[in-house]
């Protein structure tokens, strides 16, 4: 099905069950400890043995040489894989450095070997025995440092419109600051895991990961085999944050490690190399520039961001907001990008945006008390309804300014005193933040099949995958409503690259564009059902098991009754994004408490309000949004990977010295969804929500913490070392 006129009313109008707070349909494996996981996956082929990976313990340099003799001489030892033995490799597409190692090596814990064995703590122990000598190369871990060398990537060129440097200097108000984020790690529940076994020359891997054709096309590529050689399996995943977009050295790793033991071999990435071997979001610099008029009105704006990763690598685009979210005659958005022997960048939690508005937002707030305005006043005011840098291009939907407005008035922003620090709760300072939310509508083609039997029973097969976020259910919802059955009909089965191939999960385009190829396939099931039962599917009506027309009611189990009925399309989606720009927006409101005596900051509340097309289930959307804040809070106060910059590796590398949220820190969080739709977007009229909720969350938490004690702090994290000593007197 082409999606290239906007959406007109179809069957999801009448939301019988699409857009119903809808408990999650998986919830009872996942709470009894019943849904297969990659690593738990014992049924799926027999005598498995266990790989341990050996990473490399320099970021930058060669191997010299390499001793295996000892590890595979220790007992319970199958196999012990390196590049010498591993065959001819090649690296994926979407792979920066290669997933197995030597003599080269790229960064720190890069997978240099995996030893084989019958039990984990033989393959564990069996690994230590491996002797590498290395040769240690100069490398460069400083973004700081590398800043001056940057250059501009390929991909990304200089965007802007008007004259920003004579619109800057001619502005009666100015605003000149620069915002630093350091690394951070997905640092997702379940680790990247994979079982490889071989039958004959065919791979089938049971594995956690977001894009199952990427890492399908990107197995094959890499052990140069055909892509109908590989068969990837991923039901259900523990958590993916944009680092099981891609293939990663435990899936490659097990292959490798399977054909050489001549049986499956499960492999899991113990925690260090979750941080330092696979990716991360890279560190940046941003430079904010803002002139506006006496009256508020922005004139010129300009954003600059510097980043790093590995040659050939890409940068952190914390511009892209920049671009789209205020009006401003004169604009300019500039990436560079440094070379950097830091493990991989790449994408994480919203990339872009996320990082980028804990810049662009605190700026933005900067200048409201420049002009001596209320923040929320301030935004609304250059509010745009068209495409800044492209006027002639409206937005298909934006309502930013409801967001912030309605946001405004349930959290009670007229209570915020403008003047930082001058409210008290005891021994606590309090301050309230505002940010606007921004992320860009992401689609991508998407197909699904659809079967009906003779009990009048929809499954669904597509190899799109749920990796926590509800996309189990949403697809039954859409199946449900599209073939007019209950949702206890439908039976939805994911994450298999046999099934058709699927948006996948990230980016924020997973909901909206899986559940349009499901449209897409139903709408061709719909017309098969017509078909056999001699009805006219345009004028039929799915209602509880029938199909309804002209005064007849014949069931979807009598369409069936001579056989299963099948249908299988995709969603192709043409160039309505060229003629809208298409994007979802939100307002996030935080109140915080800063000790007075330690400086110590404490969430006390959050609010979000989105808009962003139709929300198919609130119950599971929601989820989404709140954990998304409690991410955004913790990239504001906490998460920081620490750079060893004499021997380039992330030094807190592990779950007790990288630091994330936990109940304790997020007291009250409160979402509202707009009523919208977008038929612009997709046959659903929906658009993605989830990244949304994180993508300004830490200038609204910057801005609470200024309102609480009248200090800025431009380089995140905000910790209490970076304010105490410029904390107010204790009266």
């Not at 140069?224 to 490659?252: C, M, N, Q, T, W």
């Not at 980043?307 to 890409?314: A, H, I, R, T």
């Not at 189990?557 to 809208?580: P, Q, Y």
């Not at 200090?711 to 994290?717: A, D, L």
Request: charge should be neutral.
């Amino acid at each position: 099905m082409k999606f290239d006129t906007p959406a007109t009313t179809n069957p999801i109008d009448r939301l019988k069950v699409v857009g119903k707070p809808t408990d999650r349909i998986d919830g009872p494996l996942k709470t009894t400890g019943t849904a297969p996981y990659a690593y738990e996956r014992h049924d799926v082929a027999p005598n498995q043995a266990y790989g341990y990976v050996v990473g490399a313990t320099i970021a930058k340099g060669r191997i010299v040489s390499i001793d295996t003799g000892a590890a595979q001489k220790a007992p319970g030892v199958l196999a012990v894989v390196t590049a010498r033995n591993a065959g001819k490799l090649s690296k994926g597409r979407f792979n920066t450095a290669h997933l197995l190692g030597g003599p080269e090596i790229q960064h720190y814990h890069q997978a240099i070997a995996l030893v084989v064995a019958e039990t984990f703590e033989q393959a564990r122990a069996a690994a230590q025995l491996v002797r590498v000598d290395y040769s240690r190369a100069k490398g460069q871990y400083d973004l700081a440092r590398a800043k001056d060398a940057a250059v501009v990537p390929k991909n990304d060129p200089d965007t802007g419109a008007g004259d920003f440097d004579t619109g800057f200097a001619n502005a009666p108000v100015q605003l000149d600051v620069t915002y630093t984020t350091p690394d951070q790690s997905h640092a997702m529940m379940e680790p990247h895991a994979s079982i490889a076994a071989w039958n004959g020359d065919e791979l089938t891997l049971w594995t956690a990961n977001q894009m199952i054709n990427w890492g399908k096309q990107d197995m094959a590529r890499t052990l140069g085999i055909p892509a109908e050689k590989v068969r990837l399996d991923s039901p259900y995943i523990g958590g993916g944050f944009g680092g099981k977009l891609f293939l990663r050295a435990d899936a490659l790793l097990a292959a490798l490690g399977a054909k050489a033991a001549k049986r499956p071999v499960k492999v899991a990435l113990p925690r260090p190399l979750m941080f330092n071997n696979t990716t991360h979001r890279p560190a940046t610099i941003q430079r904010i520039r803002i002139g506006c008029d006496k009256n508020g009105k922005i004139d010129a704006i300009a954003h600059e961001s510097w980043s790093g990763d590995l040659p050939g690598g890409d940068p952190e685009v914390a511009t892209q907001q920049t671009r789209w979210l205020y009006a401003g005659a004169n604009r300019k958005c500039a990436l560079r990008l440094a070379a950097l022997d830091l493990p991989e960048g790449n994408a994480m939690r919203a990339p872009g945006e996320a990082p980028g508005m804990m810049a662009l937002e605190a700026a933005v707030d900067e200048m409201a008390e420049k002009l001596g305005m209320d923040p929320v006043a301030f935004r609304i005011l250059n509010d745009t309804q068209v495409d800044p840098e492209k006027p002639e291009r409206p937005f298909s939907k934006r309502n930013l300014v409801e967001c912030l407005r309605t946001g405004a008035d349930k959290f009670g922003w007229n209570k915020r005193r403008a003047k930082p620090a001058q409210v008290r709760d005891g021994r606590w300072l309090v301050g309230m933040g505002v940010a606007a939310a921004y992320r860009n509508n992401l689609v991508m083609k998407s197909g699904a099949r659809v079967r009906l039997d003779d009990r009048g029973t929809v499954t669904v097969e597509t190899d799109m995958t749920d990796i926590g976020t509800g996309t189990y259910t949403i697809i039954a919802q859409t199946a449900a409503e599209m073939m007019g059955v209950p949702l206890e009909r439908v039976v939805v089965k994911l994450g298999d690259s046999s099934f058709p191939v699927s948006a996948g999960s990230g980016g924020q385009w997973g909901a909206n564009s899986s559940t349009a190829g499901v449209y897409a396939a139903c709408m061709k099931l719909r017309e098969a059902v017509a078909q056999k039962l001699g009805v006219d599917a345009a004028t039929a009506e799915f209602v509880d098991g029938e199909v309804r027309v002209d005064g007849r009611r014949l069931t979807l189990a009598e369409a069936a009754k001579e056989g299963e009925l099948v249908a299988e399309d995709s969603i192709e989606f043409g160039d309505l994004s060229k003629k809208f720009q298409q994007a979802t927006f939100g307002a996030h409101f935080v109140e915080v408490g800063v000790d007075a005596y330690t400086a110590e900051i404490r969430i006390r509340r959050m609010l979000a309000v989105c808009a962003a097309g139709r929300i198919l289930n609130p119950k599971s959307a929601r989820s989404q949004v709140i954990g998304a804040m409690t991410m955004g809070a913790g990239a504001a106060l906490m998460e920081e990977l620490a750079v060893d910059r004499r021997l380039g590796f992330f030094v807190n590398h592990d779950l007790a010295g990288y630091e994330v949220p936990v109940h304790a820190d997020i007291p009250h969080q409160e979402v509202v969804f707009l009523d919208e739709t977008d038929p612009i977007s997709s046959p659903m009229k929906a658009k993605g929500v989830g990244e949304l909720g994180i993508c300004g969350v830490g200038g609204a938490v910057a801005n609470a913490i200024y309102n609480a004690t009248g200090i800025r702090v431009r380089e995140y994290p905000i910790t209490l070392d970076k304010l105490i000593a410029k904390m107010p007197a204790v009266g």
